[in-house]
């Protein structure tokens, strides 16, 4: 692989931003959706249907990965994109909003976050440096800094900490990316700060200070109301500088989506399209579906017959239907499928409003196809509290 | 669909046999494999890859599917094949077995069986002419006569009782068969007698004289030893015409595939290929695998670099460890895959063997990559016990 890595803004309409970013593993169409592969798998979906459904790049979790397989066994084995086979972009998380969700009995210190594997209990230790090296043992395209993010609410004097650190250890990833990283990888900065304007006015500013190659706007949708989730993205994403990819990370609901990328927001990850599908619901144009519910175990129609893939176009609800009831592989294995294509062509259909200048119209019709966005506190629940 | 159902025994070679079963579906190349779609659905594969791997034919179980989704909705809905998305042959068991393994408080008559659904506790009734009409609702190209099988070791007066009984059963079973079938639809008679070599023949003879244009042999793999059952095989297959197929119903592992197919057997189902899959075994030339031993954890090499299956072909034996250990659904959706296109290249392979006139050389050849063959009594777990 060759090349390096670069953003283009190729356009912005009513807020929203028309983009690419190229990598040496391919582009990457901005605003993006990427399906969440925690465990080096994209839930219950093969790699060729992510393809095949338009995913330009998807996440893995840096913290599942470095207790199970264990970063050194991937890079022994080739990297992470031949060992799920993947050969298009990866993006990892650091590791640390995990570390903080799911290990029992951590320590966050200044030097970074000691803590026990939920998985076995052992002891493992995640700085700045380890993050960055873990990430490029995986080989990922690109890599996030470890940061610290509060639930909320939080007192501000904590948020405030949790700011510093996060710049702090933002120069020590840097360093240690400068260090371990090969051509074309990128390292993107993290805003922090809570709800709190000033806060992410210093966040964001030492950030772009420091360059870094693209931003994302972390610690919301952890807890807070979803108006106030917006109004933080409104005032946080102007500080980004324009020629610079914005990711939100762990966000969200097609009408979280919409609202984000109105907002000038370009990449998202979130596991809702595959959780969702493995419990029976699916995403479509004509809004969100329950298969559980009875009223489908006689319906010939498929999710949606002009989808282009095959799991919404070509299987009664009916038979769905019959799948979720019955616990079958299969009803997780179409639905994850289904929801997953939906999302691409959700980001699709944005980028072509962008393009032709007529976002603020698409949005506001497609947005009332969904029941009110939740701002979905998807990854909220087991965060410590301040 | 026109064309009626017809069966060419091409060669015979040490006792294997090479055949073609012709529906108005498509072609069977015999031995043939049936993976199970238990639920209208082979578990965890798509039926594209089964397709793709060379089954000609699939099983799906009456009983499952008459409790539910219900056999009249799968009618309403265009039938089986639709529903589940899959044109070629499908061939039903009778529900009889299953009723017998499977549900709540059974009360066995001449009449028939009425049982409680292990769904719903819902009661039912399941007549020789019930599972006939339940088969022609699903639509399938292959039918199976109630029959009543006893768990082995049995006393010969019970074993004589379910003879008669399924005599008797037979005979109802065709005459609601020329009822409800279309054309080119086949009932097969089953032979019972459990290992008694007397009531074998009596069986035999009767369903042969009701010209049959298939027999299967039932009342084995329930719980005797394995030279138990391959010794009835021997005796009970000769008493079949050579000019009908022969199915040996719920067989086995590729050992017990081989043995049978020496004795003259031509079809086969069982549960083994996917249940395995879903519990970290593969099945390869090179014998099963345990994908759950640490000692995969590190190994780059896939199952099998010459499958014509990806699963088998593309995926490291270190990311298939890793998928099992992690409990990721598309462990069991590779592995189910790999096992179901294994058992169609053994299938496959013998068929070769037979038409090269190489069986027994095949057969001992490969009988030694396998661990000495169990007859699997998989299904005879919950059978009543005489």
């Given at each position: 692989m060759t090349g390096s890595f670069s953003f283009t803004l190729m356009k912005s309409d009513a807020g929203a931003r028309l983009g690419e970013i190229v990598t040496p593993r391919g582009k990457i169409r901005t605003p993006a959706f990427m399906p969440v592969g925690t465990a080096a798998t994209v839930k219950a979906v093969y790699t060729d249907q992510l393809e095949a459904a338009g995913a330009d790049v998807i996440l893995a979790n840096t913290y599942h990965l470095m207790l199970r397989p264990g970063a050194e066994r991937v890079a022994k084995l080739g990297g992470l994109h031949r060992f799920m086979r993947w050969d298009r972009p990866?993006?990892?998380d650091s590791g640390g909003f995990q570390v903080m969700s799911l290990s029992k009995l951590r320590r966050i210190t200044d030097a970074g976050v000691t803590f026990q594997s939920h998985l076995d209990g052992s002891t493992h230790e995640l700085t700045p440096e380890r993050a960055i090296e873990v990430q490029c043992?995986?080989?990922a395209d690109i890599q996030m800094q470890l940061d610290e993010c509060v639930a909320l609410p939080a007192l501000h004097k904590e948020t405030s900490a949790a700011v510093e650190r996060s710049l702090a250890w933002?120069?020590?990833?840097k360093l240690a990316f400068a260090r371990?990283?090969?051509r074309g990888q990128a390292l993107f900065g993290i805003v922090q700060g809570g709800t709190d304007a000033e806060l992410r006015q210093r966040s964001a500013r030492a950030l772009v200070a420091m360059?870094?190659?693209g931003y994302a706007v972390g610690g919301l949708a952890v807890g807070e109301a979803p108006e106030v989730m917006l109004e933080t993205l409104a005032l946080t994403a102007p500080l980004l500088p324009a020629e610079k990819p914005r990711y939100l990370m762990g966000v969200g609901t097609p009408t979280d989506l919409i609202e984000a990328v109105a907002r000038g927001i370009d990449m998202f990850d979130c596991v809702l399209p595959t959780r969702s599908g493995r419990h029976g619901q699916a995403f479509t144009w004509g809004g969100k579906i329950n298969l559980r519910n009875a009223r489908h175990a006689d319906d010939p129609s498929p999710l949606d017959p002009h989808s282009s893939c095959p799991a919404a176009r070509d299987y009664s609800r009916a038979y769905l239907h019959h799948l979720v009831k019955s616990e079958e592989y299969l009803g997780a294995m179409l639905l994850s499928w289904a929801n997953v294509a939906f999302y691409q062509e959700l980001?699709?259909?944005m980028r072509t409003a962008v393009a032709e200048g007529r976002f603020a119209t698409w949005a506001s019709?497609?947005?009332?196809?969904?029941a009110p966005g939740i701002l979905a506190p998807l990854n909220a629940a087991a965060l410590p509290r301040s």
């Open positions: 990866i993006l990892t043992l995986l080989g933002a120069e020590r990833c371990y990283a090969t360059d870094f190659p980001m699709a259909a019709e497609t947005k009332a196809r969904f």
